[in-house]
Every structure is written in structure tokens, then in C-alpha cells.
């Protein structure tokens, strides 16, 4: 179990690195990235100057990610000491599947960098990222809000921790307003992608912490 809880804390800091890689390097930010309403010309010169620090990022990212689920799988583990519930298996599946769109979403945009850019394929590479990424809120509220009750109810981990996750859940399902909206915070390429995500990064570190926080005898486990 403090395997899983490195895995949340590590994964988190690698996800933030990959997030911020972008300013650190170009002095710019996810916040600069093209707008909903760009142009295939827009979105292919951003890329072409920050390509570098963008496939550094991505990776990073992916790295993050991928730690996540073995964070997922410990918790799963600790949900499953209060009983076989229909909470605990959700929460599992809805992991799997929001990771699984994460790391779906990442691939067009490591395309559009690998590929130096093509402006009649930029648009649609660009839109696949950010729509597979807004989709991925769909399970990421299933998950979250099974874990935030049944922590709540049973307490197998901290309840503080349920609390975060109900945050994270809720902000989750404004996602969806991304292919409603067209212009603004929330439309597709809009700020909500980066902000909502951030209430699950802080999920992801709090839990870590809970798990490395329990006492020896459960860690054991």
C-alpha cells in the first residue's frame, strides 16, 4: 500500500512538472495555447515554436498518468476491505476508464508535435486532444463520487479525502459544457481544461499522502 501512495504523490509532481515544463522553458503557459476559435495556422505555429518543451511535457504527463493507476489499484484494494459493493467496483471501472481517455487524448497531440505540424491536419488533431480529455470527465466523476461516498460512509481512508474527491467529481461534470459552449472559459480549448483537471491532481496527491500516512500494521495489507 505505500507503493500506491508513492505512486500518487510521484505521479502528481510528475503531472504538475509536465503542466508548468511549458513556462519553465518558453516563458509561456497552457493558459497560451490557441483558443477554441483558432485557425489550423495558429495551432501549427504555437506547436512549431515550442515543440521541444511540448513533447518534454507530454511526457512527463504520461509518466504522471501511468502512476495513477497503480495508485487507483491500491485504493481499490483499501475500498474493497469495507465489502464487495457496487461503490468499490465503480470507482474501479471509472478509473480505468478516465485514464484510459487521459492517455487516448495525449496521442493527437504528440502527433501534432511529431509531426512539425500540418495545417490542414492541425484543426482536427487539436480538437481530438481537448474533446477526448473533456470526455474523460464522464469517468472521472463516476469514480470519484463512488470513492467520496463510500470513504464518507465507511471511512476506510481519511474522510478529508472524501471531500476533495466530491470537489473533483463536481467540477468533473461541467466538462461536458465543453461541446456546448463555443467561445470562453468553457469551450473546448477554454481554461476549464486546465483548471478542472487540477482539483483531480490535488485528489491524486492527498490520497497519496493518506496512504503513506497509515499506520504499519496496514500498510501491510
Do not use: C
Amino acid at each position: 500500500m505505500k507503493l500506491a501512495g508513492w505512486a500518487g504523490v510521484i505521479g502528481f509532481a510528475l503531472a504538475a512538472i509536465g503542466s508548468a515544463v511549458v513556462g519553465l522553458f518558453d516563458g509561456s503557459s497552457i493558459f497560451d495555447f490557441p483558443g477554441s476559435q483558432a485557425s489550423g495556422a495558429e495551432i501549427t505555429a504555437l506547436v512549431a515554436e515550442h515543440r521541444s518543451s511540448i513533447l518534454l511535457a507530454m511526457v512527463l504527463n504520461t509518466f504522471g498518468v501511468e502512476l495513477w493507476l497503480v495508485l487507483g489499484v491500491g485504493v481499490w484494494l483499501r475500498l474493497r476491505e469495507t465489502g464487495e459493493s457496487v461503490l468499490s467496483g465503480s470507482f474501479a471501472l471509472g478509473l480505468a476508464g478516465f485514464v484510459t481517455l487521459i492517455f487516448a487524448g495525449f496521442v493527437p497531440f504528440f502527433l501534432l508535435a511529431y509531426r512539425h505540424g500540418d495545417p490542414a491536419h492541425a484543426r482536427l488533431l487539436y480538437d481530438l486532444t481537448f474533446g477526448l480529455l473533456a470526455m474523460s470527465g464522464a469517468p472521472t466523476s463516476v469514480a470519484l463520487w463512488s470513492y467520496a461516498i463510500l470513504v464518507w460512509q465507511r471511512g476506510p481512508l481519511p474522510r478529508w479525502t472524501a471531500v476533495l474527491a466530491a470537489i473533483s467529481a463536481a467540477a468533473h461534470d461541467l466538462l461536458l459544457l465543453s461541446f456546448i459552449v463555443s467561445h470562453g472559459f468553457f469551450s473546448l480549448q477554454g481554461q476549464v481544461i486546465s483548471a478542472i483537471p487540477a482539483t483531480l491532481f490535488i485528489w491524486v496527491l492527498g490520497t497519496g499522502i493518506a496512504l503513506l500516512r497509515e499506520p504499519a500494521a496496514r500498510q501491510a495489507y
